[in-house]
C-alpha cells in the first residue's frame, strides 16, 4: 500500500514537473494595427502587468503595423492570444488553419448587451454629402484588406450597390479607393482632405457625442480628438458584424493555455477597467464559438477566390 502511494505521488510529481517545465516564460500577445500604436501599448501596459503576475510570464505587447502580422503571427506561432482580433481576420486564420487558435469567446457591449458593431461611411460635417450616391467621383478610404468594417462588409455592399470591385473602384464609382492602413488613419484621412469618404467602425450604441460606447470614435477622443464627432457625419451604416473574438494560441501546452484562458475571464472581472481600454470600449466577455463568425468565414472565402479568378 505504501509502494503504491509513494508510486502515485512520484507519479504525480513527474507530472507537475512536466507542466512546469512545459509552461512558456513568455507570453506574446497581439494587437492589431491601424490605431496610434503608443496609445495602443499604453490601452494594453495594464494587460500585460495583469499577466504578468498571474501567469509568472513576461508578456510581450506585439504591436503590428497592419493586421497581416497578427494573422501571420498567429499562423507561424509567434503570437499566443488576441484579446480583440478582427473577425475577417481571424477568417483568414481559420481558412488557412482551422486548428490554428480556439475562441475564448467575444466581447458584450456593458450597456444593451449587443454583440456586434457597424461598419459605417464617414465625410466631414460641413460636406455636402449626404448618402453614398453622392460621392460618386470622389476619392474614398478603405482600412485595411484583413478589417471586417474596414474593407469586408463594405467591400460587399459596395459590389452590390454600384457593381465591379475595389480593383475597378466598384466601376468607376469611386475616383480613388486607398487602403490607408487603418481605422484612425481613415478618419483623419477624411479630417485633412485626403478622402470625401472613408470606412471605420462604431458601436451606435450610446451617446452619439461621446463617440458612442466603442469603436474608433472613442479611441481618437481620448487621445487627441475630443470634438471629433463635431467634425465628422455618418451617411453609411452595415448590418451588424459580430465582435471580435478573443483567441488563444493551440499551440500552448494544454495546461497553461487552460490557465490563460482562465485568467483572460479574470481579467474582465477583477480589472474591468483594464479590460475595456485593451478592447476599446465598455464590454466585457460573452460566450462565442466558430458557429458565431461562419458567415464572415463564408465571405472572407468568396473574397479569396475572387481575389485568385
Request: with cysteine; proline share 4%; charged share 20%.
Amino acid at each position: 500500500m505504501k509502494l503504491t502511494t509513494l508510486a502515485l505521488l512520484t507519479g504525480a510529481l513527474v507530472t507537475f514537473g512536466a507542466h512546469a517545465a512545459d509552461a512558456p516564460k513568455t507570453l506574446n500577445l497581439g494587437i492589431l494595427g491601424g490605431q496610434n500604436a503608443t496609445q495602443q501599448i499604453g490601452d494594453n501596459q495594464c494587460v500585460k502587468d495583469f499577466f504578468d503576475k498571474e501567469l509568472n510570464v513576461d508578456t510581450k505587447l506585439n504591436n503590428s503595423s497592419d493586421y497581416s502580422g497578427v494573422i501571420q503571427g498567429l499562423l507561424g506561432k509567434k503570437i499566443d492570444m488576441v484579446l480583440s482580433m478582427s473577425p475577417a481576420s481571424y477568417a483568414s486564420v481559420y481558412l488557412q488553419d482551422p486548428k490554428a487558435v480556439d475562441v475564448v469567446g467575444l466581447v458584450v457591449d456593458d450597456k444593451d448587451q449587443s454583440r456586434g458593431y457597424h461598419s459605417v461611411v464617414i465625410v466631414k460635417a460641413d460636406s455636402p454629402y449626404k448618402k453614398l450616391e453622392d460621392l460618386k467621383g470622389k476619392s474614398f478610404g478603405m482600412a485595411d484588406p484583413d478589417s471586417t468594417s474596414g474593407f469586408l462588409m463594405p467591400n460587399q455592399a459596395f459590389k452590390k450597390e454600384f457593381g465591379g470591385s475595389v480593383d475597378d473602384k466598384y466601376k468607376g464609382t469611386f475616383s480613388s479607393v486607398t487602403f490607408s492602413g487603418g481605422h484612425e488613419q481613415d478618419i483623419l484621412g477624411v479630417l485633412n482632405g485626403q478622402f470625401e469618404g472613408a470606412v471605420t467602425w462604431t458601436s451606435l450604441v450610446g451617446d452619439y457625442n461621446k463617440g458612442y460606447t466603442s469603436g474608433a470614435f472613442t479611441r481618437m477622443m481620448r487621445m487627441d480628438q475630443p470634438d471629433l464627432m463635431k467634425k465628422i457625419r455618418i451617411i453609411w451604416s452595415s448590418p451588424l458584424i459580430p465582435n471580435g473574438p478573443i483567441l488563444v494560441s493551440n499551440n500552448l501546452p494544454p495546461a497553461f493555455k487552460a490557465k490563460l484562458v482562465q485568467a483572460i475571464k479574470d481579467l474582465d472581472k477583477n480589472d474591468h477597467a483594464c479590460f475595456m481600454k485593451a478592447v476599446g470600449g465598455a464590454q466585457h466577455i460573452g460566450p462565442a464559438t466558430v458557429a458565431d463568425y461562419q458567415n464572415i468565414i463564408d465571405m472572407k472565402r468568396d473574397l479569396m477566390k475572387d481575389s485568385r479568378s
